[in-house]
């Protein structure tokens, strides 16, 4: 069965390019902002990773991280940060938030998207099956 | 919602938290509620942060202390902790259904209180939608706030801020333009490299004859959704020209950083290669991707992937979510002028994006013709 991916982006194209990259190997949900995401995992649903932008309306990226990564319920789902600005994003930011697990600026890389992805998604695995 | 009768005396019966310290003597209405469902509030000596704490034994007391707020005191908790136990089946089965007739309470948060977390508790709690989060003693004294104010701020979104349609309508639902759009290419492609083949062996056999190498070049392009291919030209520069392409970068940057690179008079470019890229010779083996799907006739330059890289930005990652092709808006429209700067080239990639249908393919194929032949030399 294949993992599940959500991506969490206000723009449509990345969000439809992220899809298509990682739609070969994953299942891929995709929300605009972190009240659609919380909309999602609200009603049970528990993705093998999330990867978000940081700056969407509504709810976002920084107040969606802060939330997951100090609860009971989806703080064992590692997490990818994508943002555009990456200089606003402090240095301890990957310690502060234990389920995020790498900062990528945009542009971005997308086989070096994918590898990463690969590489925490098959960690996690290991982890569960160890 | 059923039909209260409202009382006068306020809270009757309801055990309040933290009474002896001082927080009990400010007017309820200005205090956020913390409503705890259990035998035992776990931090009956002590205040937390920001609430008025209220006690109730049972679900049956916490509904009742519910209709006394919203009657005598026109509000609602800001917070439900309901401490998990035995009997937790019956329980959740009375929270569910009290709030399915009381929708408009389906915003106040619901915590279960628990002092052992497990992965069944957790996957458990999953199936209970009401539930938005387990807590324990030390969440409850120190982090409840931020955990209350997110989640009442995403309830109140998502009660009162229905979710938009997620759009889905500039990229999809073009099935039979695509239909369309891959049978021309197939036909077409096929067509012209039968018609196209003495030339072909021509120009490889002239390739051939000018210098040693291959008589194709292949590099890996990024097209449609960033899909990667292998690229097929008749080989136009020296054979290890992409090993000087960093030395010329170096020599001809502007400082900026360049997103299309391009070279005017590239001396990497042999005499008989210049002749086959004004001509356009040179992109004849692209047939052989538009047979294979890779690209299409009419898309947006597939790009390399040094140049694709700089482009998955949000304001530039439109262009991917067209096809690539041979010819485009790009070509038809500013090909070769010495002024077209890489944001304009990506602006008319994004605007072929919105366009793209098989009508506007048909009228840029008719139009290529008029652009096929270079006036300057890049």
Known sequence: MKKTILIIDDSLPIRYLLEAILGHQYTVVSAQDGLAAMSWLSKGSTPDLIITDLHMPNIDGWELLAHLSASYLYKDIPAIVITGALESVPDDFVGKYNNVHAVIQKPFDPANLLQQVGEIINGELATINS | ?378
């Open chain 2, 1 to 378: 919602m059923e039909t209260i009768t409202p009382t006068m005396a306020p809270l009757t019966g309801l055990g309040i938290a933290g009474k002896n310290n001082g927080t009990a003597q400010r007017p309820l209405e200005q205090e956020r509620v913390l409503l705890f469902v259990g035998a035992a509030f776990p931090a009956a000596s002590m205040e937390v942060a920001g609430f008025r704490c209220l006690v109730a034994e049972d679900v049956k007391g916490a509904q009742q202390t519910i209709a006394q707020l919203l009657n005598v005191y026109r509000q609602i908790p800001a917070v439900i902790i309901f401490r998990f136990k035995s009997d937790y089946e019956t329980a959740f089965a009375q929270w569910e259904s009290y709030f399915a007739s009381h929708k408009v309470l389906c915003s106040i948060p619901f915590f279960l209180y628990t002092e052992d977390v497990s992965d069944t508790l957790k996957s458990f709690v999953r199936k209970y939608t009401f539930i938005d989060e387990i807590i324990t003693k030390d969440c409850l004294l120190q982090q409840l706030q931020p955990k209350v104010d997110f989640v009442n701020k995403f309830k109140r979104l998502h009660t009162f801020m229905p979710l938009q349609e997620q759009e889905k309508v500039v990229y999809k639902g073009r099935r039979v333009s695509n239909f369309l759009k891959r049978t021309v290419d197939v036909t077409a492609a096929a067509t012209a490299l039968v018609v196209l083949s003495p030339v072909m062996l021509a120009v490889a056999a002239a390739i051939r004859l000018e210098s040693k190498g291959p008589i194709f070049y292949t590099s890996k392009r990024a097209g449609r959704n960033y899909k990667i291919f292998k690229f097929y030209k008749f080989r136009t520069m020296v054979p290890d020209a992409d090993k000087k392409l960093h030395m010329l970068e170096n020599q001809y940057k502007d400082g900026k950083g360049a997103k299309f690179f391009k070279v005017a008079n590239d001396p990497r470019v042999t005499r008989l290669g210049n002749f086959l890229r004004n001509s356009s010779l040179d992109e004849i083996p692209q047939l052989l991707n538009v047979l294979k799907g890779d690209m299409s006739l009419v898309g947006n330059r597939p790009l390399p992937l040094y140049e694709a890289t700089t482009l998955t930005t949000d304001d530039w990652a439109e262009r991917f979510l067209a096809p690539a092709g041979i010819t485009g808006l790009w070509q038809i429209s500013k090909r070769g002028k010495k002024e077209m700067s890489a944001e304009e080239r990506i602006s008319l990639d994004i605007d072929y994006a919105h366009k793209n249908s098989f009508a506007y393919d048909m009228w840029l194929m008719v139009n290529t013709p008029f652009a096929m032949i270079q006036k300057d030399n890049v």
